[in-house]
C-alpha cells in the first residue's frame, strides 16, 4: 500500500475533535444524559479524547462506553470463519439517554448499521446520533452522521487509514492505495 495523500496531520485531527466536541454540546443542550459510545477500534480512543474535550469545557466527566459490533456484522461469513470478538464495554445504563455513536471512518453505513443494532440491544436511548472522524461517501444505507470531523471525496478504490496514537503510534489521516 502506497501513501497517495496525507490529509489530516495531529494538529488537524485535535482540531476536528475540540470542533464536534463543541457542535455536540451545542446541539444536546449541555451534558444532561449525554454518554459516548465508541465503535471498535478506533473510534475508542477518539471517544476518549471527545471525552476529555468535553470534560475540559464543562467540568463533567461523561460516560463512555466501546462497542464491539463483530457479530452484528452482515458480511461476517466473509471475513472469517472464526471472528475475533473483543467485547463491548459499556458500564452504564442506556435506556432515555442520549448516545453518540463514534467511529473513524463512515463509509458504506454497514459499521453503523451493525452498531445501530448493537445498541438497541441493550436498551433504548431517548436518541442515537453519530459521529465519524471522515466521511468519505459512497453510501449503501441511508446512513448519514450528525458529527463529522472532516468530508474527504474518495474513489473506491482509495482506503482512508486513521492512524491514532493509542493505537498506531501516530496521529494521521492518510489516502491509501494499491500499488
Not at 460516560?63 to 463483530?70: A, F, Q, V, Y
Not at 493505537?167 to 492518510?174: L, M, R
Amino acid at each position: 500500500m502506497k501513501v497517495k495523500a496525507r490529509i489530516m496531520d495531529e494538529n488537524a485531527i485535535e482540531r476536528a475533535i475540540t470542533r464536534v466536541a463543541h457542535e455536540i454540546l451545542e446541539k444536546n443542550k449541555g451534558v444532561k444524559d449525554l454518554v459516548l459510545v465508541g465503535i471498535r477500534t478506533r473510534g475508542i480512543p477518539i471517544a476518549e479524547r471527545i471525552a476529555r474535550k468535553i470534560e475540559e469545557i464543562e467540568g463533567v466527566n461523561i460516560p463512555r462506553g466501546e462497542l464491539d459490533i463483530t457479530l452484528y456484522r452482515d458480511d461476517l461469513s466473509t471475513i472469517a470463519k472464526l471472528p475475533v470478538v473483543n467485547g463491548t464495554r459499556i458500564d452504564f445504563d442506556i435506556n432515555d439517554k442520549l448516545v453518540v455513536l463514534i467511529d473513524d471512518v463512515i463509509y458504506t453505513g454497514r459499521t453503523v448499521r451493525a452498531a445501530l443494532d448493537a445498541i438497541v440491544d441493550l436498551g433504548r436511548p431517548s436518541s442515537i446520533q453519530l459521529m465519524a472522524l471522515v466521511d468519505r461517501g459512497h453510501r449503501e444505507l441511508p446512513i448519514r452522521a450528525d458529527y463529522v470531523g472532516k468530508n474527504v471525496p474518495t474513489s473506491k478504490k482509495e482506503i482512508i487509514e486513521v492512524r491514532l496514537k493509542e493505537v498506531d503510534g501516530e496521529n494521521a489521516v492518510v489516502i491509501v492505495e494499491n500499488e
